[in-house]
């Protein structure tokens, strides 16, 4: 019998769950921010014309919020009036940092995400597996493991993204992989927290060994495709399973978790 997270995930995160539903949500503080977010979510979801705007958007989505890491690729359009991968590939680098460190910053690390998007670009153009490209990395019913390799191997891609972009590959676009076995869970502060409370990991002070505690767990909660709870658990986190208040009484995982809830050596907020 399959674990009610499981079955769970299984009803609301599956193949094209998220065909419909936008991949920067945030809140708009204006009209004008809200139009650019839209436009920005509409940029980066085309990947029929610029699957490189997919894979970069991932790639600049660590260390700042995803609203803003996703919104890049569109200012970067905005900024140089192309998107078109052989255009991106004419500029510099010091080209690139110049546009990501400008009055308002595009990252946090605005030096290492130029880098990071420039490198993307000559990878995209240059390998021979996209030769220009980008949608050569999900072409043709690919194994989860190779999708995932594909991904790890950019600069300044680890473990979290590479999953996090297959896995919204299976949801928001409807791409479909051979199998989903390589497909782990991407364990950030909000999954990791809900792995714990749910008694499904124990508590640890260090996060690099929760994190593995929590990448196992879900391996094992659900094999043929580990990283299927990521979203729910994700989203339950940020919804409901605050780390001050938990909103237990109105959680969808209620009448299954265990809420061990030790905040003295919850470390992660
Ligand atoms: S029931 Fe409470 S402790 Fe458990 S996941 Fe939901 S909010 Fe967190």
Same mark, same amino acid.
Do not use: A, Q, T
């Given at each position: 019998m399959r674990h009610p997270l499981v079955e769970m995930a299984c009803s609301k995160y599956?193949? +094209?769950? =998220?065909?419909?539903?936008?991949?920067?949500?945030g809140k708009a503080i204006s009209l004008e921010e809200k139009g650019f977010k839209e436009n920005a979510d509409k940029f980066v979801r085309n990947i029929e014309k610029y699957p490189h705007a997919f894979v970069l958007a991932c790639l600049m989505d660590?260390?700042?919020?995803a609203d803003a890491a996703w919104s890049i690729p569109y200012r970067a359009c905005k900024e140089l009036g192309t998107f078109e991968i052989s255009d991106l590939y004419k500029i510099k680098e010091h080209q690139y940092i110049g546009m990501f460190s400008g009055?308002? +910053?595009? =990252?946090?690390?605005p030096i290492i995400k130029a880098k990071v998007f420039h490198d993307a670009v000559h990878k995209i153009v240059e390998t021979k597996l996209m030769n220009g490209d980008a949608s050569r990395i999900w072409a043709?019913?690919?194994?989860s493991y190779d999708v995932v390799m594909r991904f790890i191997d950019?600069?300044?891609?680890?473990f979290k993204i590479a999953n996090m972009a297959s896995n919204i590959l299976f949801r928001y676009f409807g791409v479909e992989f051979s199998?989903?076995?390589?497909?782990?869970i991407a364990p950030d502060v909000h999954t990791m927290r809900v792995f714990q409370r749910l008694g499904l990991t124990p508590y640890v002070k260090d996060t690099e060994i929760a994190r593995i505690y929590t990448i196992v767990r879900a391996r094992e909660l659900?094999?043929?495709?580990?990283?299927?709870?990521d979203g729910l658990c994700w989203e339950v986190g940020r919804e409901f399973c605050r780390p001050g208040k938990p909103k237990c009484e109105n959680c969808p995982l209620g009448t299954f978790c265990e809420k061990v809830i030790l905040e003295e050596i919850n470390v992660w907020r």
């Open positions: 599956y193949h +094209k769950s =998220h065909i419909n539903e936008p991949l920067i949500i660590s260390g700042v919020d009055e308002k +910053k595009w =990252h946090r690390y043709d019913k690919p194994g950019f600069n300044g891609c680890g199998d989903y076995s390589f497909i782990d659900n094999p043929e495709f580990p990283g299927l709870v």
